[in-house]
């Protein structure tokens, strides 16, 4: 069974950082992207950002672009979040899923995805 464990979400004041990690468990194929959504309070789930095993792939929403990265430490099977200038609009929960035997990130939400982290809370006071 694949599991995921999310963690490193916290409260910051804007401009500040936070990193968060996911850490998957419970398979073998090497070939697999990880998703970071997040979901603000009363709005719909945003995909943020992706990577691929290894880092290979990524992608980003047009929303963190130049302020969040993406990266992934193959031997730990861990994608890491870094956030950077965060902004209250930034304030969500924020969710990894895993996605198996891709070597790209998928390209949009349609996909059904293997598993699905706790959700770590992220809140951005102005």
């Known amino acids: 069974e694949v599991q995921l464990q999310a963690s490193g979400g916290g409260l910051v004041q804007a401009g500040g950082s936070l990193s968060l990690s996911c850490t998957a468990s419970?398979?073998?194929?090497?070939?697999?992207?990880i998703v970071w959504f997040r979901q603000a309070p009363g709005k719909g789930r945003e995909r943020v950002s992706c990577?691929?095993?290894?880092?290979?792939?990524?992608s980003a929403a047009d929303s963190v672009k130049g302020r969040f990265t993406i990266s992934s430490d193959s031997p730990k099977n861990t994608a890491y979040l870094q956030m950077n200038d965060l902004k209250p609009e930034d304030t969500a929960v924020y969710y990894c899923?895993?996605?198996?035997?891709?070597?790209?990130?998928?390209?949009?939400?349609?996909?059904?995805?293997?598993?699905w982290g706790q959700g770590t809370l992220v809140t951005v006071s102005s």
């Open positions: 899923a895993l996605i198996l035997g891709w070597i790209t990130c998928p390209p949009d939400e349609s996909y059904e995805y293997d598993s």
């Open positions: 419970g398979f073998r194929n090497r070939d697999y992207a």
């Open positions: 990577v691929t095993n290894g880092g290979g792939s990524t």
